[in-house]
């Protein structure tokens, strides 16, 4: 078990806290768990690291490659923070437990020059999980993010949605695309370690990590 890198459909749909949720669940079954958000774009809310950090206590969280002001895009945040970002700076950090790394937005979010997520993706060789809404507007996102994933030829985990159920979408999309559905995790009312622990384990009861 060597981790698992975290993506979605696009941004504010659920990564972070799927994150933490599946970070918790590493650190529950194997004693030790990493997390680690390689660009966080974006100070003056709680970032994800912290987020992570505060729904999975007692997992190690990496610092960021990069931290940069603006809320935006990372390769627009780091023209506007003047920062020149490299991938040689953006190797999977070290360590024994198992890793989950989440990008910034989706798959096809730049980084710098051509450089997109899915390269990194791909390169880093981990298994990548698609997280992706239930509800309308579901079905064509994620397959496309399916498909991009393929095209650079990153490994897919498989999928995790996120929201009310919705038989259809949850079947249509693993059967159109050929992609596990791993699991869905509802929309919780309160968000707390314990809350979130249950409705994964609940919810993700099919995938042996
Ligand atoms: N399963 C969930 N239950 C309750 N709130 C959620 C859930 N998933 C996401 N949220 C909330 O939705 C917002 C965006 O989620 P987040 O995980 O930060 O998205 P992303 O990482 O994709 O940008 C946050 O305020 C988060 O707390
Ligand atoms: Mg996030």
């Known amino acids: 078990m060597k981790g698992f890198i975290v993506t979605g459909t696009d ?9 933490a949720a599946l ?8 004693g030790a768990a990493r997390y680690w958000k390689p660009v966080q774009a974006g100070l003056e809310e709680v970032t ?14 990496h610092p ?5 002001v603006t809320p935006a895009s990372p390769h627009l945040a780091a023209r506007i923070d003047g920062v020149v970002i490299e991938r040689a700076r953006l190797t999977l950090p070290e360590g024994d437990a198992p890793l989950v790394v989440e990008g910034a937005g989706g798959a096809l979010v730049p980084l710098e020059g051509s450089l997109l997520y899915a390269d990194l ?3 880093w ?6 997280v992706a809404r239930t509800g309308l507007g579901t079905i064509n996102h994620t397959l496309m993010t399916i498909e991009a994933l393929r095209v650079r030829r990153a490994i897919i985990a498989g999928i995790a949605f996120v929201g009310d159920a919705h038989e259809e979408n949850e ?7 050929g992609v596990a559905r791993l699991g ?11 809350t979130l622990a249950s409705a994964f384990d609940e919810g993700f009861a099919g995938w042996s990590l």
């Open 64 to 68: 960021e490659a990069y931290r940069l």
């Open 48 to 61: 994800d690291s912290e987020a992570v950090g505060q729904l999975a206590p007692g997992a190690l969280i």
């Open 11 to 19: 941004t504010g749909i659920g990564k972070t806290v799927f994150s």
């Open 184 to 194: 869905r995790l509802p929309l919780l009312p309160q968000l707390t370690p314990q």
């Open 23 to 30: 970070t918790g669940a590493l650190l529950r079954r194997h």
């Open 171 to 177: 079947a249509v999309i693993p059967a159109l695309s």
């Open 121 to 123: 993706f791909s390169g």
């Open 125 to 130: 060789g981990l298994p990548v999980v698609v």
